[in-house]
């Protein structure tokens, strides 16, 4: 199978569950709201009153220097992490209040979380789907269907933790994909990738975002985020320094431009000249 046609069969078998996954309470509210977040560590607040607005059908890009907060706002507003103060909702649920439906409406794709890599990458994916409360039909139909779409299907049969730092990201994209949800969150979900599999990635979000779904991406990589985001959020020692339309954020200049002029670019006065001697 090609990666068109895989891709096409992946759309049939994930994607055309998106819509049907509403219920009143998520069919008009925001994909993910984030309200007042603080959490500190050893006395210091790494996320301070941080709140923010996610609206559904949406690719939403969050950048900022490294510690800023972003990994673990992102930590609280998908239950992985118990805030301090504030709360999360996802599609209209909240995520400490109503944690099982708030979860089964969301796929997460999180940095450094331990997985069970002794596990080959089929038995991964089947144990993920039927924990997701699938039934084995189709758990097996989305596992074929995602592991030849990313790649992996000719190495289904090894360890996970014998797979390369690209594979291990492409399965556990796979594991946050294959109960369908409404909205993803990826931590850096294309680092470490090659170039042929990252298109194949973003073929299939764009593909998903039309459906209905939403995408949250936390990043370095500012090209990533202006060239795929709708909109982007800026944060800086765990606050929302700006967030709206990729447009509205840059206000005329580039990612990278605006960027540097709200968080700030650190002078390094270290003196390298003995390298060139």
């Given at each position: ?66 510690g800023a ?19 999360a909702s ?5 995520v400490w ?181």
């Amino acid at each position: 199978m090609n990666s068109t046609a895989s891709l096409e069969s992946m759309d049939d078998e994930v994607l055309k569950t998106v819509d049907e996954n509403n219920d009143d309470a998520s069919a008009a509210a925001p994909a993910l709201v984030m309200q007042e977040l603080a959490k500190s560590y050893s006395g210091r607040w790494v996320v301070q009153g941080l709140s923010l607005t996610i609206p559904r059908g949406s690719c939403y890009g969050i950048v900022g220097p490294n510690g800023a907060g972003k990994t673990t706002a992102l930590s609280m507003a998908t239950g992985l992490l118990r805030p301090e103060q504030g709360s999360a909702s996802v599609l209209g649920h909240d995520v400490w209040r109503d944690p099982n439906t708030a979860k089964s409406k969301m796929g997460v794709l999180a940095d450094g979380l331990p997985t069970f890599d002794r596990l080959t990458g089929r038995e991964l994916l089947t144990y993920v789907g039927l924990i997701r409360g699938l039934d084995a039909d189709t758990v097996e139909q989305r596992t074929n269907s995602l592991l030849e779409t990313l790649g992996l299907a000719d190495a289904e049969g090894k360890l996970v933790t014998d797979y390369s730092a690209g594979m291990t990201k492409k399965i556990l994209l796979a594991c946050a994909l294959i109960h369908a949800p409404q909205l993803l969150i990826l931590d850096e979900p294309l680092e470490a990738v090659d170039p042929v599999s990252a298109q194949t990635i973003r073929d299939f979000l764009t593909e998903y975002v039309k459906r209905g779904g939403t995408v949250v991406i936390s990043s370095h990589v500012m090209e990533l985020v202006e060239g795929f985001c709708t909109h982007v959020a800026i944060i800086a020692e765990g606050q929302v320094r700006a967030a709206g339309t990729l447009d509205e954020v840059r206000a005329g200049g580039t990612l990278t431009q605006r960027f540097i002029e709200i968080v700030g670019a650190e002078a390094h006065q270290g003196d390298l000249s003995w390298l060139n001697q």
